[in-house]
């Protein structure tokens, strides 16, 4: 199985701020099968990026993701309040879909 | 409007067995793959299961595989997960999601989920 290891655990950083995490994957696999998630407290998870660099609908341009083969980014290139949360990445190919373990964005 | 409504969460006994229920509603169900992911307190995402739109097809985490079992009924628009020998570590809030085609797609919708509580 593939394992997702995210980094750092914890980014702390202020409004307007860039915002840059880690995804790396324990062995290659194409980033078409690569997903980052959002999820706030007492939400369910939301879908940002998938396909490694594909923003989902109504996700805003401040968010992107890039990267290929086993390392990964999610970039936020402005934090706005409401950008405060966990995010996750996700392998979604071959079963296991794994996640990494999440990475919280604080104030 | 699109949902997805888990529900048969609770308490049970270690070694006992639980039916969760997901009812999906504001899509055509049958198009979708879907697949059950859960969360303990305090901690991260744990994807489980998934099965084809059809359900013909199946997979496990390595975690519940021959514990969980993970079926569907598209003529009521709904997913089921048959959880089996529950320990302390299945205490956790579990989601229903969807993702379109074979399930080589992203979730790209979630429900709320329904907490499991494993206590003697």
């Known amino acids: 199985e593939i394992v997702l290891t995210q980094s750092p655990g914890t980014l702390s950083l202020s409004p307007g701020e860039r915002a840059t995490l880690s995804c790396r994957a324990s062995q290659s696999f194409s980033s078409s099968y690569l997903a980052w998630y959002q999820q706030k407290p007492g939400q369910a998870p939301r879908l940002l990026i998938y396909g490694a660099s594909n923003r989902a609908t109504g996700i805003p341009d401040r968010f992107s993701g890039s990267g290929s083969g086993t390392d990964f980014t999610l970039t936020i290139s402005r934090l706005e309040p409401e950008d405060f949360a966990v995010y996750y990445c996700q392998h979604y190919g071959d079963s296991p879909k794994m996640f990494g373990q999440g990475t919280k964005v604080e104030i | 409007q699109m949902q997805l409504v888990e529900s048969g969460g609770g308490v049970v006994q270690p070694a006992r067995s639980l039916r969760l229920s997901c009812a999906a509603s504001?899509?055509?169900?049958?198009?979708?793959?879907m697949h059950w992911v859960r969360q303990a307190p305090g901690k991260g995402l744990e994807w489980l299961a998934a099965?084809?739109?059809?359900?013909?097809?199946?997979f496990y985490a390595y975690s519940v595989r021959g514990r969980f079992t993970i079926s569907r009924d598209n003529s009521r628009n709904s997913l089921y997960l048959q959880l089996g020998s529950l320990t302390t570590e299945d205490t956790a809030l579990y989601h229903c999601a969807r993702s379109r085609g074979d399930g080589k797609n992203p979730l790209d919708y979630w429900g709320q989920g329904t907490l499991v509580t494993v206590s003697s």
């Open positions: 504001g899509f055509t169900f049958s198009n979708y793959a």
């Open positions: 099965i084809s739109y059809d359900g013909t097809y199946t």
